[in-house]
C-alpha cells in the first residue's frame, strides 16, 4: 500500500500542475479538460513510475510514454518539466509558436524528450505495441507507458493494438486510460457505448486494473502492481476519472474540452484546486 508521504508528495505535484495548466489556459487555448482529468496518473508516471535521464532522453534502456491521447500535450509537457526536461518558463514562452517545442500536439521533430508525435486520436497505442515489441526482442529492460483516452476507444486501431499486444505476450506494455466518459462531442456512452469497458479489455486477454483516477494511493499501489517486464500480459488500468476535474464550471462540461479561461474564472478555478488541497493535506 502507498506510504501517505509518497502520496501527499504526488498530490502537492500534481496540484503544482493543474496550476500551471490553468495559468497557461489563461494565456492561450489548450485542452484544458482532458489536462485536468488525467494530471493525477500523469504525474505518477512521471514523477513515481517512470525510469528516465533528463541528460540523455535518448537512452536505451529507458522506459518509454506515448500519449495517444494527443490532445494532453500540455500536462506532458508541463510533467516532464517537473522532472527537469525543461524549464517552465520555455513553456510559457513557446507554447504554440512557429517553431516551439510545445503545443497542442506533441511533436518529436521539434522535442526531443517525446518518443512519437501524436494527435490523431487511436494512433498512439498502436505504435506503443509495436515498441514494445521490438523491446521484447531484445530483451530490453523498459517499459513502455502509454496514456490512452476513453474517446478514442471507439476507434478500430486501439482494437487491434490490444488484440496484438495479447497475441505478442506484451507484459512490457502498460495502458492507463483517462476513462472521464466524455470527449469533443459529448458523453461517449451517447454516442459511441463503451460498457462494459473493463470486461472489453479482459475478453481481450489482457490484466485489468480498475482504479479511482484522482486517489493517488490507488494509482501508486496499481504502479507498483504491474507485472515484470518480461511477464506475457500486457496489463491495462483504468483510471475513472472526471473531464475538468476540481474546477467547478468545467467539471463534465464539453465547453470545457478547449479554450482560453478569463480572469475571475482563472482566479476561481485556482482557489478551488489549492483550497481542496488545503482541506485535506492543509497548507504546507
Request: proline share 3%.
Given at each position: 500500500?502507498?506510504?501517505?508521504?509518497?502520496?501527499?508528495?504526488?498530490?502537492?505535484?500534481?496540484?503544482?500542475?493543474?496550476?500551471?495548466?490553468?495559468?497557461?489556459?489563461?494565456?492561450?487555448?489548450?485542452?484544458?479538460?482532458?489536462?485536468?482529468?488525467?494530471?493525477?496518473?500523469?504525474?505518477?508516471?512521471?514523477?513515481?513510475?517512470?525510469?528516465?535521464?533528463?541528460?540523455?532522453?535518448?537512452?536505451?534502456?529507458?522506459?518509454?510514454?506515448?500519449?495517444?491521447?494527443?490532445?494532453?500535450?500540455?500536462?506532458?509537457?508541463?510533467?516532464?518539466?517537473?522532472?527537469?526536461?525543461?524549464?517552465?518558463?520555455?513553456?510559457?514562452?513557446?507554447?504554440?509558436?512557429?517553431?516551439?517545442?510545445?503545443?497542442?500536439?506533441?511533436?518529436?521533430?521539434?522535442?526531443?524528450?517525446?518518443?512519437?508525435?501524436?494527435?490523431?486520436?487511436?494512433?498512439?497505442?498502436?505504435?506503443?505495441?509495436?515498441m514494445a515489441t521490438a523491446l521484447k526482442k531484445k530483451r530490453s529492460p523498459s517499459r513502455i507507458y502509454c496514456v490512452v483516452g476513453d474517446g478514442e476507444c471507439g476507434e478500430g486501431s486501439i482494437w487491434e493494438a490490444a488484440l496484438f499486444a495479447h497475441q505478442y505476450r506484451l507484459g512490457n506494455l502498460a495502458v492507463f486510460v483517462d476513462r472521464n466518459h466524455m470527449s469533443f462531442d459529448g458523453f461517449t456512452e451517447e454516442y459511441m457505448a463503451l460498457d462494459p469497458f473493463a470486461d472489453k479489455w479482459r475478453a481481450f486477454g489482457w490484466d485489468v486494473v480498475e482504479i479511482?483516477?484522482?486517489?493517488?494511493?490507488?494509482?501508486?499501489?496499481?504502479?507498483?502492481?504491474?507485472?515484470?517486464?518480461?511477464?506475457?500480459?500486457?496489463?491495462?488500468?483504468?483510471?475513472?476519472?472526471?473531464?475538468?476535474?476540481?474546477?467547478?464550471?468545467?467539471?463534465?462540461?464539453?465547453?470545457?474540452?478547449?479554450?482560453?479561461?478569463?480572469?475571475?474564472?482563472?482566479?476561481?478555478?485556482?482557489?478551488?484546486?489549492?483550497?481542496?488541497?488545503?482541506?485535506?493535506?492543509?497548507?504546507?
Amino acid at each position: 500500500m502507498a506510504d501517505q508521504a509518497t502520496v501527499q508528495r504526488l498530490e502537492k505535484a500534481s496540484l503544482d500542475t493543474k496550476l500551471k495548466l490553468l495559468d497557461l489556459c489563461h494565456q492561450t487555448v489548450i485542452h484544458i479538460g482532458g489536462d485536468l482529468s488525467v494530471c493525477d496518473m500523469m504525474t505518477a508516471i512521471w514523477q513515481y513510475a517512470i525510469r528516465y535521464d533528463v541528460k540523455n532522453p535518448r537512452w536505451p534502456d529507458r522506459d518509454r510514454f506515448i500519449l495517444s491521447k494527443g490532445h494532453a500535450a500540455a500536462v506532458t509537457s508541463f510533467s516532464q518539466a517537473a522532472i527537469g526536461c525543461y524549464d517552465v518558463a520555455d513553456i510559457y514562452k513557446e507554447y504554440a509558436t512557429d517553431f516551439g517545442r510545445f503545443g497542442m500536439h506533441s511533436c518529436n521533430l521539434a522535442n526531443p524528450y517525446v518518443d512519437v508525435s501524436t494527435g490523431s486520436l487511436g494512433h498512439g497505442l498502436p505504435v506503443a505495441t509495436g515498441m514494445a515489441t521490438a523491446l521484447k526482442k531484445k530483451r530490453s529492460p523498459s517499459r513502455i507507458y502509454c496514456v490512452v483516452g476513453d474517446g478514442e476507444c471507439g476507434e478500430g486501431s486501439i482494437w487491434e493494438a490490444a488484440l496484438f499486444a495479447h497475441q505478442y505476450r506484451l507484459g512490457n506494455l502498460a495502458v492507463f486510460v483517462d476513462r472521464n466518459h466524455m470527449s469533443f462531442d459529448g458523453f461517449t456512452e451517447e454516442y459511441m457505448a463503451l460498457d462494459p469497458f473493463a470486461d472489453k479489455w479482459r475478453a481481450f486477454g489482457w490484466d485489468v486494473v480498475e482504479i479511482d483516477g484522482h486517489d493517488m494511493g490507488r494509482i501508486v499501489d496499481a504502479i507498483d502492481g504491474l507485472p515484470a517486464v518480461d511477464s506475457d500480459r500486457p496489463t491495462v488500468i483504468i483510471g475513472s476519472t472526471v473531464k475538468g476535474h476540481g474546477v467547478s464550471f468545467m467539471e463534465n462540461n464539453s465547453s470545457w474540452h478547449a479554450g482560453c479561461v478569463k480572469e475571475d474564472d482563472w482566479k476561481k478555478a485556482k482557489a478551488e484546486l489549492t483550497e481542496a488541497y488545503e482541506r485535506k493535506w492543509g497548507a504546507n
